[in-house]
């Protein structure tokens, strides 16, 4: 189908186009909300700054598509696969990705609150700068993905794997992350106040100056991990281990220490539970 023919179609009323083919098709900045898209293969189109609020595109292909500035909003890409995509700055607020592949994607500044990305695979894609607020991200694969600076405040990334990724200065606080694995992972001066990270895998993740007020790291490992100067006031980590942990400068005070496992960390200058510095 050419693009004249479907906006012409779009604009009489239409909206079925379940599984056309409009490949490398540019619609930039075209109003196209609630269109049924379903299948359609629009892998390489340009859909910049178009308005595809309400769209149903599951199992849609749009592989290397570009919908950079584009309005998604509580779109349907359940399914879909957009492998390689640029949504440099798209509002996905409320949207539906459960299942899609967005493998190498570029959300960089992307707007997702309440997003459901649930199982997706995500690995190798860029969400520098991005909002995930209340996102849910359970189970979902963000291996060596780019959270620099990113907003996941109070999202679901239970059971999710974040190996290698990177989350410098981002904003994790008051997240579920039970069972999340960051193995490895740069999380330098991110904000994990309050998140509840219990039984989760942070084994030689870098937790440098990070903010882990409250934290629960209860049943956690962080075997090898870097917490220097890290502020721990008040976390729980009962039965956490933190054998061979840089725990240097570190502050602990309050801290729940109940069965945690020191084995030689490094606590040359850690502020202990009670207050006390140790030597």
Aim: aromatic share 4%; charged share 20%.
């Amino acid at each position: 189908m050419y693009v004249d023919e479907l906006l012409d179609s779009y604009a009489a009323g239409k909206r079925d186009f379940q599984e056309i083919s409009l490949i490398g098709v540019n619609l930039s900045g075209k109003d196209l909300r609630g269109i049924n898209l379903r299948r359609a293969n629009l892998n390489q189109s340009i859909l910049r700054g178009a308005d595809l609020s309400s769209a149903n595109l599951r199992e849609a292909k749009l592989i290397g598509a570009d919908l950079s500035q584009a309005t998604l909003v509580e779109i349907n890409l359940i399914g879909a696969d957009l492998s390689q995509a640029n949504l440099y700055e798209a509002d996905l607020s409320r949207s539906g990705l459960r299942g899609a592949r967005l493998s190498s994607a570029n959300f960089s500044r992307a707007n997702l609150p309440e997003a459901n990305l649930g199982e997706a695979n995500l690995s190798g894609s860029n969400f520098s700068e991005a909002n995930l607020s209340q996102a849910s991200l359970h189970r979902a694969k963000l291996i060596k993905c780019d959270l620099t600076r990113a907003i996941l405040e109070s999202a679901n990334l239970s059971n999710a794997m974040l190996n290698n990724a990177i989350l410098e200065s981002a904003n994790l606080t008051d997240v579920i992350g039970h069972g999340i694995t960051l193995e490895e992972a740069d999380l330098r001066e991110a904000d994990l106040s309050r998140a509840r990270l219990i039984g989760a895998n942070l084994t030689n993740a870098n937790l440098g100056r990070a903010n882990a007020r409250g934290v629960n790291f209860n049943w956690t490992s962080l075997r090898g991990a870097n917490l220097r100067r890290a502020n721990l006031y008040r976390a729980q980590l009962s039965w956490a281990n933190l054998s061979e942990a840089d725990l240097s400068e570190a502050v602990l005070i309050n801290a729940n220490i109940n069965q945690i496992n020191l084995h030689n960390a490094d606590l040359t200058g850690t502020i202990m539970p009670s207050g006390v510095t140790h030597g």
